[in-house]
């Protein structure tokens, strides 16, 4: 065996790691300029989307998916009309949890038919907004009256859809991944279950639409939801917008990815891409389309996807509504005429008559904000304790941290200092060396590499001749530098520097490792302790763990102070990880 110190200096090689640390420069937000991703094969993206499937659901607090309770849906108040009728609806999406809507049908037709989710966007009025630039209900009529059954459906905080607001939610909310994203997401989903289970309805042809954040709702739906067979977001698909409202946002959300992405997971299934001249998809025909076929090609079916763009402000407005139309009787019904279809009239109904709590209480088992986050956290406690698979376990803290282990690290030295790097990451972790014989030590501090280097049991590991590596993990010793944190959907973008140096310590330990195949110690002091322990937990490999979490016990209150990480209660927190690090644990 060679010595270990020989060998890291042949692991350097000539390896590029920047001096300065990408993570704390390049931080993306919602406004940033994306530039796609080329994916060789199909195989390729298909792992990609395997991954960015996860990541969705977990941000959203969604995953694994929670129970489905039996839909529980109340259909009242018919209206009809010609060639129609409206009813209202609400659905128990989850046990007191209220989602209201209108459910638009044909008349005088004969099913089996194709369905239609209806999500709104930022209108005033929401689903009942009715003006020249947006009408849901025109939308739904026309589309009912040619044969197809519709829901139209509630943002949270909107209209009928009142037990949260549309905004809510901070840092505890955020270690339970509970959010407006999930919700809605959620919601979205169970809506495809009401409307599957409606006799008349195809379930082989189901198609949701909507504009803006509704577009956002759309293709978030599409991408988690192989029910979805046809999805025409409209004026939300940009590189240069990903939306701005916190219901389209969630913690974890776009790490390393962007919105053309989630919609382009929609291939093969039919896509249509409608933007405008006015807002954020103005470049939509010359660069998120193109970006979006070629995955489609890779299927070879880049007819499925079609791009309309309207010379008009942010809208979903007659022009926009009828390219819709066209598409989805083109792929849903098949009809030979679809490119001269037109939009009719639409009468007005009032909006006592469309409100499905107008002069109506909620139902008696209805949840407060509160009693909904308590019973949110409640069921993630309970998935989390009756899973015991390690593997299972680890999939989620990795999909809360997001940490990664390095197939390859890069290094750098210059006397005992070194820097690591995970090639393609720009990351750049300080670190000092200290060549010995037997098992090497990995050591975190809060301070940093000087401050560990001074501690006693650190000193005894030298006297010994062991070999050990201090780091400056991220945002400690050396490695404290400015990081910009003020954009308001930071989060959605950014790891926390918590996650950041879990990553920094499991890059670390995978040098180690693969200079000498054995097992290390890894000692985490003071805070560093959680660090540790969260990192030896999601390893691939075996670590000696000496790690005294002194008063940290799993608390929220715990994890906001100490290790904020969002989604790691969900994840299963404390438990979790000293679950997967039993019978390997010590203090230092």
């Known amino acids: 065996m060679r010595p270990i110190a020989g060998l890291l200096l042949a692991l350097s090689l000539a390896a590029q790691v920047p001096e300065r640390d990408a993570r704390n420069t390049d931080i993306p937000n919602t406004d940033t300029h994306f530039s796609p991703r080329a994916y060789p094969t199909r195989a390729a993206w298909e792992a990609k989307k395997a991954q960015l499937r996860r990541q969705i659901l977990f941000a959203a607090g969604l995953y694994p998916l929670p129970d489905k309770d039996p839909l529980q849906s109340t259909v009242f ?59 849901a209900h025109t939308l739904a009529v026309n589309l009912a009256r040619s044969g197809y059954v519709v829901f139209s459906y509630d943002m949270l905080g909107n209209n009928d859809t009142l037990q949260t607001p549309h905004v809510f939610g901070g840092p505890v909310e955020q270690l339970w991944s509970f959010s407006p994203f999930g919700l809605q997401l959620w919601n979205s989903i169970r809506v495809i279950d009401f409307l599957e289970s409606l006799p008349a309805v195809d379930p082989n042809r189901i198609a949701v639409t909507g504009a803006s954040g509704g577009g956002t709702q759309t293709f978030s739906v599409a991408a988690v939801d192989d029910r979805v067979r046809y999805a025409a977001p409209v004026n939300m698909v940009s590189a240069i917008m990903q939306g701005g409202c916190r219901c389209e946002n969630a913690a974890g959300l776009r790490i390393d990815t ?30 998120e389309f193109p970006a979006v076929r070629e995955i489609y090609a890779l299927y070879d079916a880049a007819v499925q996807v079609e791009t ?76 989390s304790s009756a899973t015991s698979d390690p593997a299972a376990i680890r999939e989620r803290l ?44 990995l050591v975190a501090h809060p301070e940093g590499a000087q401050a560990a280097a001074n501690l006693p049991k650190v000193r005894e590991w030298l006297a010994a001749k062991r070999p050990v590596l201090l780091i400056d993990a991220f945002q400690t010793g050396s490695a404290a530098a400015p990081r910009d944190r003020a954009h308001e959907h930071f989060l959605t973008f950014n790891l926390t520097d918590d996650a950041n140096r879990v990553q920094d310590i499991l890059t670390a330990l995978s040098f180690l490792n693969a200079a000498r195949k054995t097992r290390i110690e890894l000692a985490g002091f003071d805070k560093a302790a959680v660090w540790a322990l969260f990192a030896a937990a999601i390893a691939p490999v075996e670590v000696d763990l000496a790690a005294d979490l002194a008063a940290f016990r799993g608390a ?5 102070r100490q290790f904020f990480i969002p989604g790691i209660q969900r994840a299963g927190g404390l438990a979790a990880a000293l679950k997967l690090t039993e019978g390997r644990r010590s203090r230092p």
């Open 258 to 287: 962007f919105n053309v992405e989630f919609a382009a997971m929609m291939a093969p299934r039919p896509l249509l891409l409608v933007s405008s001249t006015q807002d954020w998809t103005r470049n939509t025909p010359s660069e």
């Open 77 to 135: 108040g018919r209206l009809e009309r010609d060639g129609y009728s409206i009813e209202k609806v609400y659905l128990e999406t989850l046990p007191g949890f209220y989602l209201g809507g209108n459910l638009y049908r044909p008349l005088g037709q004969t099913g089996p038919f194709p369905a239609v989710a209806k999500a709104h966007g930022h209108w005033a009025y929401g689903r009942l907004e009715e003006q020249p630039l947006a009408s």
């Open 556 to 560: 929220d209150d715990d994890f906001v």
């Open 398 to 441: 990795q999909l809360a941290i997001k940490a990664e282990w390095p197939g390859k690290v890069a290094s750098s030295s210059q006397d005992r200092k070194i820097r690591l790097s995970r090639p393609g990451a720009g990351d750049s972790v300080p670190a000092l060396w200290f060549p010995g014989n037997g098992a090497p030590v």
């Open 308 to 383: 309309v763009q309207i010379d008009a402000p942010h809208n979903y407005n007659r022009e926009s509504r009828e390219a819709v139309y066209r598409f989805l009787a083109k792929h849903a019904q098949g009809r030979q005429d679809a490119a001269s279809i037109a939009e009719s009239e639409a009468p007005v109904e009032r909006l006592q008559d469309l409100l499905v709590f107008h002069a109506r209480p909620l139902p008696p088992n209805a949840l407060d904000y509160a009693g909904l986050f308590d019973q949110w956290k409640r069921a993630s406690q309970r998935q």
